[in-house]
């Protein structure tokens, strides 16, 4: 259960996901609406679950909370068609959660829950203050990590630079095939960003800057 919060912009921020993660996601999403519905008051399609996540809470802690997860996750079912030429199971529930917002208590956006931990893999941003650098450093790592290499629109990363397909502006790719954010200082393959560790030696587990 996660919102990977790359950018500010729910709809950014779905865009950014790889293909593998967009069809996970839109089921996590619609779970974390429905669960911010049913113990809010209302009722729902599906049954809580993960109800002490950070996540979950902060989908129902304001409305504005709410709507920003809502339109995160309709526009990661749009990237679905895209990608699928179908529309997913979730969207027509997406569209009538909206009418869930009026159980939410009214509320400005609040600061992103950062759950940017894997115990498994060794990677954990959850030190990192902005949430959005934490997230994108995050799915870097996982990037590097998943067994399969990820794809945005079913192309390969190098692909679809050449085809402008829309994947993130701020990942690159080395000459060893690695994920890199651009601009900023991290291992390689296992975490640790780290702004003061400017001049350590690039390689596995050493940390490079993506100019």
Same mark, same amino acid.
């Given at each position: 259960?996660?919102?990977?919060?790359?950018?500010?912009?729910?709809?950014?921020?779905?865009?950014?996901?790889?293909?593998?993660?967009?069809? #996970?996601?839109?089921l996590?999403?619609?779970?974390?609406? @429905?669960?911010?519905?049913?113990?809010?008051?209302?009722?729902?399609?599906?049954?809580?679950?993960?109800?002490?996540?950070?996540?979950?809470?902060?989908?129902?802690?304001?409305?504005?909370?709410?709507?920003w997860?809502?339109?995160?996750?309709?526009q990661? @079912?749009?990237?679905?068609?895209?990608?699928?030429?179908?529309? +997913?199971? @979730?969207?027509?529930?997406?569209?009538?959660?909206?009418?869930?917002?009026?159980?939410?208590?009214?509320?400005?956006?609040?600061?992103?829950?950062? @759950?940017?931990?894997? #115990?498994?893999?060794?990677?954990?941003?959850? +030190?990192?203050? /902005?949430?959005?650098?934490a997230?994108?450093?995050?799915?870097?790592?996982?990037?590097?990590?998943?067994?399969?290499?990820?794809?945005?629109?079913?192309?390969?990363? #190098?692909?679809?630079?050449?085809?402008?397909?829309?994947?993130?502006?701020?990942?690159?790719?080395?000459?060893?095939?690695?994920?890199?954010? #651009?601009?900023?200082?991290?291992?390689?393959?296992?975490?640790?960003y780290?702004? /003061?560790?400017?001049?350590?030696?690039?390689?596995?587990?050493?940390?490079?800057?993506?100019?």
């Amino acid at each position: 259960m996660n919102i990977f919060v790359t950018d500010e912009s729910p709809q950014k921020a779905a865009n950014n996901l790889d293909d593998k993660r967009v069809v #996970k996601m839109i089921l996590e999403t619609t779970q974390l609406l @429905c669960t911010a519905v049913n113990l809010s008051g209302g009722k729902s399609p599906y049954k809580s679950t993960h109800v002490n996540h950070p996540s979950s809470v902060w989908a129902r802690q304001s409305n504005t909370n709410y709507t920003w997860l809502r339109h995160h996750g309709i526009q990661l @079912c749009n990237r679905y068609t895209e990608i699928y030429e179908r529309s +997913h199971k @979730c969207f027509p529930m997406l569209i009538d959660l909206a009418d869930g917002e009026k159980y939410i208590p009214v509320g400005d956006l609040t600061p992103f829950a950062n @759950c940017t931990t894997n #115990k498994e893999k060794g990677i954990n941003y959850k +030190h990192i203050e /902005n949430t959005v650098d934490a997230y994108r450093l995050y799915l870097v790592s996982r990037w590097n990590t998943d067994k399969k290499k990820p794809t945005w629109r079913g192309f390969d990363p #190098k692909v679809a630079t050449k085809l402008s397909m829309m994947y993130p502006e701020w990942l690159t790719i080395d000459n060893n095939g690695l994920f890199l954010y #651009k601009g900023k200082e991290y291992k390689t393959l296992f975490g640790g960003y780290d702004e /003061n560790n400017k001049n350590a030696n690039a390689g596995v587990n050493n940390y490079v800057t993506a100019e």
